[in-house]
């Protein structure tokens, strides 16, 4: 019977290098601190409007950390890709942990006249769509905050914000079509708060990074069966995560300068576009129901002319697990 697994390898961006400084390092930090749930940008192009118009470029930015489902005889050859040194949670502890598939996107791909085959841009049509979904419902959250506390007898202006279109409306009408809009469902803003963490779940079936750029498959991600645990979700006191200080973040960088990279994002209170770090953006996940994470990992596959600097790690850390060489 074939055994499938979660694994997590790291770091790619190390392969060239002839130590496992990076790497052990990195494997210090997930015994002592937790699983680094990391962001990265993902951009959709512009909607294709009527009248040859183009919508706007759909942003934003998932915070995750990446599992492939793999037997253990597959894994040598996603590691060779992917890093070094792979930690492997089972199937169990993995969707414990939270860990849900991917949803892979197909790219649109341009037609020759210059625009987007209609079906073949059907997967993107559905982002902009919830996207939409859930500014209409971040919209309703505001709404419904502005008349907290107002009386029925006072007046809201609503406006678009284009021209002179102003409505004066009452607070009791407004009231009541909030309620029967909400009857029966979660509050607006925990609806918009989904939606928006379903944006996490999304990855190009065909995108290829810089250094995958040699791959002649172009449903490569596709292939790779990943899963994943990813940020901002409430779960009650069954999980819990948090930002890095600032000495985290600046080590992350000093480990890594792909942490350094900055990241376009928005700010929360303007809405404007601001730019920071990639690990002032991470997150660290430190609890789950009860648990810190290191006790999840069944596993630990490194290749053989490291397997003694990890066993004296795992010795140091106080943490005892298997060490397999890859």
Known sequence: MVEFAFFHSFLRRA??????????????????????????????????????????PIQFVQRRLALTLLTPSELPAHASRFGRFTIE???????????????????????????????DAFGATLIYRLREVFFLLADLATLECSIHGATNSDCINLSTGEGRDESIIGTAEVRKILDILGRDKQPFDDLAAACQVIFHLFYPTD?????????????????????RIFSDISVGQQRRERALTFQETTRLCENDDFFAELIETTDPHTNAPVYRQRAELCRLLEHVEGRHPRTFIKRIWVPFD????????????GCSMEVVSV
């Open 306 to 317: 490291a397997k003694h600097s990890v066993t004296e790690l795992l010795r140091r850390t």
């Open 207 to 227: 995108k290829r990074r810089s250094d995958l750029d040699s791959m002649s498959l172009n449903v490569f991600y596709y292939q790779q069966r990943e899963w």
């Open 15 to 56: 392969l060239s290098n002839d130590d496992y400084t990076r790497e052990l390092a990195t494997l210090e930090n997930i015994l002592n601190s937790g699983l680094l749930l990391v962001p990265e940008t993902i951009i959709l192009p512009g909607e294709p409007l009527e009248e040859g118009r183009k919508g706007n």
């Open 89 to 119: 949670f089972d199937l169990a502890d993995g969707r414990q942990l939270g860990a849900i598939p991917v949803i892979y996107l197909p790219q649109p791909s341009p037609s020759g006249y210059g625009g987007y085959q209609t079906l």
